[in-house]
Structures are given as C-alpha cells and as structure tokens.
C-alpha cells in the first residue's frame, strides 16, 4: 500500500470535533472535510447573522439559521462520502450531554473566541496529552494526519 492511499484510509478513519463554526471554525471545518477527514462533529449554539455573511462560508441564504447546522448541511452536500454531524449547543451543555461525543474525537479544534469555553474543554478532556499537538511539533502533526 502507498503512503498516500495509507494516508486517505487514516483520514478517512479520523474524527474530529470542531467547537465553533463561525468566521475561523466553518473555514477549518472546510478543510477538513477537503483534506478527507471521514468524520467531523460541528458544535455552535449560535445562528448566522447578517454582519457574519462577509467572513463565513455559508451565505446569504442561512441567516437565523444555525451555523452547525448549516455547515453541516452544506459539508454533506459537498462531500457526501464523509460523515457530518452537528450539535446546536454550546461547549458547555456538550461535555454535560454528550461528552462521548468528544471523546471519540482523534483531534478537537476549539475555535469559540471563548477563554472560558476553552478552560472547560481543557479541565474536562480526559486525555490532556492532546494539548501537545498544539504546542509541539505541528508539521510532524499535520504530517501524521496527512494535512501537509
């Protein structure tokens, strides 16, 4: 087997979270899903709001809807051969609800704006190794996960 095909098959193997999907976590969630990660989870309470049109992926024509929800829809609609999942709360009331949720998750990008959402995810990730990602080595990361 190739690098390459050992790399799709580990990525379309991957699941990751992205908490936020407003004008920096719909773009990342974008790519994620271009580069072939088979799973993404999109978490945001929040709807999408004329002023956020100019800086977000999805248009016009989702305002008042919401924004994990929306991109959800459209990242299905786009790459129908990954799995899209949205949840339509905040942070918080995920890790209360549904913390398998993010469990399973190979890699979370936290990418509310919020320190104290953030704090939450880090106090309560079973696993705090995966800090490390983030602060150590990112192209040896990227380059595990095939996102070079």
Known sequence: MSIASIRTCRLLGATVAVIGCGSVGAPVACALAQAGVGRLILVDSETLTWPNVGRHPLGATTVGRNK?????????????????EHRACGLHQLIVH??????????????????????????????????DAFSGDLDQFAFEFGFE
């Open 68 to 84: 994990a929800e929306a991109l959800a829809e459209r990242l299905r609609a786009d790459f129908p051969h990954l799995k899209v």
């Open 98 to 131: 549904d913390e398998d949720q993010l469990a399973a998750a190979d890699m979370i990008v936290a990418a509310t704006g919020s320190w104290v959402a953030e704090s939450a995810l880090i106090l309560c990730w079973p696993d705090p190794g995966w800090i």
